[in-house]
């Protein structure tokens, strides 16, 4: 049985017995967690809620009907003694330190251990988090792979923020508010059922569950809590509600906030925060906002947030895999990944999907759904092999070819233009085919002058003259309007000239040449820095907006040219141009025996 796995009643009995057995006899708790195959919190519940001797269903006393209001209602505790006492919530050693972290500058007596202090200082280090000693924070960032226990932290901050409320009794005299004015926890999901089902409905389940707030009695309304003797509201909604805005908060909390629309309109995830982020100000440094979120995209605004946390004093943030946040839930044995350690049991999910696995579980950049490559370590593996290999770049500085740099009478090449005038560079691509392999000899561009100013198209025209002298291509292509004159010259000397627009059917293609380790190109970083920044805009390439594509577009079409004529796409050998069977379709791959060839790493 694989830990974490569903176990029937029968089965609980027996493991509980066996837990009770070991523990009797001195077995270290690992031990038996990897003899039974069961996990910390499992043994935890299983001991706890299933003890020897409860009755046959296993049911525990936990019915709202039979939980007892309390008397009497402790107003000095804080944050922590909080959850333990009136929370029955089991919180997670992780969830625990977080919740330290955010709120020991305000109390006297500081939560956090020294053993808390050398934890976070390690995660720190490792980049897992921004928090500084002596820091008092207002505001929580929590970048955290998917199932990793960040809704849960959500809801018990809500319910923190509610009892911090509930001390201080008369909360309008407080703050100098109208007397009997509403004050408003709100949650924030991206939809009306994504806000019922995370974090309102473990508030839900907690309240139902605790003597504290069976004694509050708050009056409940769909996705509100009315507190009667404090005025005070835990509101549920979504970033579509026209009721978010205009409310006094104590705290807004925003679930998933990079899956809020990501159109500029007034629903997007930054005017959804800088929405209700106004909302605490009545509060001043009192007033707590707390984003939530797994990793949707490299330049999401969830990023940019945890960003600021590094230089704004009062936020702080947390980036963590869902198995660092929830390390009890695993065996200990883990597999690498460039490094980075992950649990045995998620090792099917990796080998279905790495790209989906790294981004949702592991929250790593470069495997967001933004980005085309999401493996980028692939295009770093192929220039180290072109370079291992003796690939050179032909072209000095000053535009010059090295002396070596002539055509093989064994090959034909192909020539590909990405003009630009005044913004862009004007790249131009030189590639040949080996069988299957896709070489880039030359791969060079033009760039504007410094301060201003456009490219000097006639250095680009005598730079060509040069390179046609030594190679001869059997096709040159070219992308938009801007290299319309230089192409009618190429024409003039009978130099076969066509038009061809990359889109992501050329990029397709190079993507696959790439992830299959067929091909190389020499040495020139604006290349792999080019594609690795690349992003996937629904049926389209771009560029970042701090960027460009001049080179990736240029490989792109050489790579695409020698498919074209040679069919080399992934098997072996070299087919004419007159198989059909060998043409690439519309998505840039060759049909083998009519059926579509799948992507490698999709």
């Known amino acids: 049985m694989n830990i974490g796995q569903q176990r029937t009643r029968r089965e609980i009995k027996k493991l509980t017995q066996r837990v009770y057995e070991m523990q009797k006899e001195g077995i270290p708790r690992s031990t038996i967690m ?6 910390d919190d499992q043994i935890y519940r299983y001991v706890k809620l299933y003890p020897p001797g409860a009755d046959k269903n296993l049911h ?9 209001p309390l008397k009497t209602i402790d107003r000095t505790l804080n ?11 089991n919180l997670k050693p992780m969830q625990r330190l977080v919740l330290k972290a955010f709120y020991d500058g305000k109390y006297e007596h500081q939560l956090l251990t020294d053993d808390d202090k050398k934890a976070l200082r390690k995660l720190n280090l490792q980049g897992k988090t921004t928090w500084v000693e002596g820091g008092e924070y207002s505001e929580l960032v929590l970048m955290i792979g998917m199932k990793g226990g960040k809704t849960t932290l959500a809801a018990v901050i809500a319910m923190i923020e509610e009892y911090e409320l509930y001390k201080i009794g008369d909360v309008c005299g407080r703050y100098g508010f109208v007397p009997g004015e509403e004050v408003y926890i709100k949650n924030v999901a991206t939809n009306e059922k994504q806000a019922e089902k995370t974090i309102f409905a473990k508030i839900r389940g907690a309240i139902e569950r605790s003597s504290y707030y069976k004694a509050r009695r708050p009056e409940l ?9 404090t005025n005070v509201f835990i509101e549920s909604g979504n970033s579509n509600s026209s009721s978010l805005v205009g409310d006094t908060c104590k705290l807004v909390s925003m679930d998933e906030l990079d899956r809020f ?6 629903y997007s995830a930054e005017e959804v925060y800088s929405a209700l982020d106004k909302s605490t100000d009545p509060f001043g440094k009192d007033g707590k906002r707390v984003s939530i979120s797994s990793l949707v995209h490299d330049k999401g605004f969830m990023v940019e947030l945890y960003g600021k946390c590094k230089i704004i004093p009062s936020m702080l943030g947390f980036w963590m895999a869902e198995w660092e946040m929830q390390p009890d839930r695993y065996c200990g044995k883990t597999f690498l990944h460039f490094g980075v350690k992950i649990p045995v049991e998620h090792v099917d999910s990796y080998r279905k999907n790495p790209e989906k696995f790294l981004r949702d579980k592991a929250c790593m950049l470069g495997y967001t759904k933004g980005a085309y490559y999401r493996e980028p370590h ?3 593996t192929c220039f180290e092999n072109s370079v291992n290999e003796g690939y050179k770049n032909p072209v000095d500085t000053k535009h010059r070819f090295e002396e070596w740099f002539f055509a093989n009478a064994s090959f034909k090449y192909f020539e590909h233009h990405d003009p630009s ?34 490219i000097d198209l006639e250095e680009v025209k005598s730079f060509c003259e040069t390179l046609h002298e030594r190679f001869r291509p059997e096709l040159i292509t070219y992308d938009t309007w ?37 091909f190389r190109c020499h040495e020139y970083a604006v290349v792999p820095k080019e594609l690795g920044e690349l992003e996937l805009d629904s049926d389209k390439v771009d560029h970042p907006t701090e960027g460009g594509k001049d080179t990736a577009d240029a490989v792109a079409g050489v790579t695409w040219n020698c498919v074209r004529a040679y069919g080399t796409g992934v098997t072996a050998g070299i087919a004419t141009k007159s198989d059909s069977e060998n043409e690439p379709n519309k998505a840039g791959f060759k049909q083998l025996s009519g059926t579509g060839r799948k992507k490698i790493w999709e």
């Open 34 to 39: 990897a003899t039974l195959k069961v996990s």
């Open 60 to 68: 525990v006393d936990q019915s709202k009907e039979k939980i007892k």
């Open 79 to 89: 944050p922590i003694e909080f959850c333990d006492k009136y929370l029955p919530i």
């Open 221 to 229: 309304n769909g996705t509100t809590y009315h507190f009667l003797d």
């Open 261 to 266: 629309r990501s159109s500029n309109g007034k």
């Open 378 to 380: 692939r295009i770093k």
């Open 421 to 454: 005038v005044s913004h862009d560079a004007y790249a131009i691509c030189l590639g040949h085919a080996e069988g299957v392999k896709i070489v880039i000899d030359m791969i060079h561009r033009f760039v504007p002058p410094e301060g201003g100013g456009e």
């Open 482 to 518: 801007a290299a319309a004159a230089l192409m009618q010259t190429f024409s003039k000397k009978n130099l076969s000239v066509e038009n061809l627009y990359i889109k992501k059917a050329q990029h397709d293609l190079l993507k696959e040449k790439i992830y299959s380790d067929k």
